[in-house]
């Protein structure tokens, strides 16, 4: 099963919850995520938060972990610690880009902790997913026409093969202070990533 977590970000896209949640996924809701699922009348099967942006009234049938306004870690890293304690080893979380540029930049740390512990974590919003790549082969069918940008994450440089790319690449170092990266196109339904040495932060576009 997979677990998805819904965060808070003022910019959540709702039509995109509805459009992606599936019956067969755990559901939670960390703090005012629970806002956006009702909008777009998904159930949680969980709600954990500090509650400290929540304006809706916690429901009384819903199992709900209230937590401390002062700790070390973020509602939404809260979620993925308590999920994977209960098993969850796929992760999609929504909600979680946008807004104030800080708590993206956690959201992609809680990515990467993810990736580092062999747990498959994918962050979506507004059209835009965000993902963590170790080294390793990623297939990236079905993606023919979606923009991509590849950066070092956690290192000075990345090597990369694409395949299927509008600009293919073969064993190139990517370094972390030039956007050599940037807007590249999957142009083949047959399309891979490969991570050759290093680790990578991959942006999709769903969107133009």
Do not use: W
Not at 45 to 63: A, H, T, Y
Not at 123 to 135: F, K, M, S
């Amino acid at each position: 099963m997979r677990c998805v977590i819904i965060s808070g970000s003022p910019d959540t896209n709702v039509d995109e919850i509805k459009e992606l949640c599936t019956d067969g996924d755990f559901i939670v809701c960390a703090d005012s995520g629970y806002s956006y699922a009702k909008q777009a009348g998904v159930v949680p099967d969980l709600i954990i938060g500090d509650f400290d942006s929540l304006r809706d009234e916690l429901p009384k049938d819903i199992e709900v972990v209230k937590l401390n306004n002062r700790k070390d870690d973020t509602d939404t890293e809260h979620c993925v610690m308590e999920c994977i304690r209960r098993g969850y080893r796929n992760f999609l979380l929504l909600g979680s880009i946008g807004g104030r540029t800080d708590h993206t930049f956690a959201n992609i740390a809680i990515l990467a902790f993810l990736s580092e512990y062999h747990y498959n974590g994918v962050a979506r919003n507004n059209g835009e997913e965000i993902r963590i790549l170790n080294e390793g082969t990623y297939d990236m069918s079905g993606k023919k026409g979606l923009t991509f940008s590849v950066f070092p994450y956690g290192c000075e440089d990345v090597n990369v093969t694409y395949e299927g790319a509008e600009y293919p690449l073969d064993s190139f170092t990517l370094t972390y202070n030039v956007s050599r990266g940037i807007s590249n196109v999957f142009n083949s339904d047959n399309a891979s990533i490969k991570v050759n040495s290093g680790r990578a932060i991959l942006l999709i576009y769903y969107r133009k």
